[in-house]
């Protein structure tokens, strides 16, 4: 059985950040439909997954000349468009999780399959939080909505590798109680 390739499919490195990891629950923005979302970081130095991007960014703008074109009589250049990969040097200068990187943000309305290193479902909720590493399955599609045309970021599945530190200063429950001697517990 041949495996068809998708132009507008990226499996990102293994030294993807996730951000803003609303993976478990949808959370509506703005009032609009619910969607499960995260936002991917990625070091400038992992060029493979940076190119394999822009790639999938000229396919789905290609694959999606029709819908971007809309009742006009062009087709917008890609140049002018929205896009989704983002520059966090530019974009967050003062986040230092931002700094040498790169950022996409991915959203669905399904849930994404979460699963650890080995491929096995990941049920505990506490294993998947705003700072750990992993690689993501997204596809890059154009729209047409209400006068904005650009190119998304769909969020198919996520692979998480390795625990991070937390995001946004909030620790883990199990970071706090691991300790080796509870003295005071009854002081």
């Known amino acids: 059985m ?3 390739e998708n132009p507008t499919k990226v499996i990102t490195g293994s ?5 803003y990891a609303n993976v478990w ?3 509506s923005i703005d009032g609009g439909t619910p969607k499960y979302s995260v936002s991917l970081i990625i070091p400038k130095s992992d060029i493979k997954t940076v190119a394999k991007i822009k790639a999938a960014i000229e396919a789905a703008y290609k694959e ?4 971007l074109k809309g009742n006009g009589k062009t087709v ?22 931002y700094t040498n990187a790169y950022f996409i943000n991915a959203n669905s309305a399904t849930s994404p399959g979460i699963v650890d290193a080995d491929c096995q479902p990941i049920i505990d909720r506490s294993e998947v939080y705003s700072g750990v ?4 399955s997204i596809n890059l599609y154009a729209f047409n909505s209400n006068g904005n045309k650009g190119i ?17 200063g909030r620790s883990r ?5 691991t300790t080796d001697s509870d003295d005071d517990f009854l002081a």
């Open 152 to 168: 998304a970021c769909g969020l198919n599945n996520l692979q998480k590798i390795s625990d991070g530190e937390p995001l946004g």
């Open 25 to 27: 629950d949808p959370k």
């Open 64 to 67: 999606g000349e029709s819908k």
């Open 133 to 136: 590493y992993g690689r993501a």
């Open 76 to 97: 917008p250049a890609l140049s002018i468009l929205k896009t989704p990969l983002r520059d966090g040097d530019v974009e967050r200068p003062d986040d230092p999780t």
């Open 173 to 177: 429950a199990e970071d706090d109680f």
């Open 15 to 19: 030294q993807t950040r996730w951000s």
């Open 2 to 4: 041949s495996k068809t």
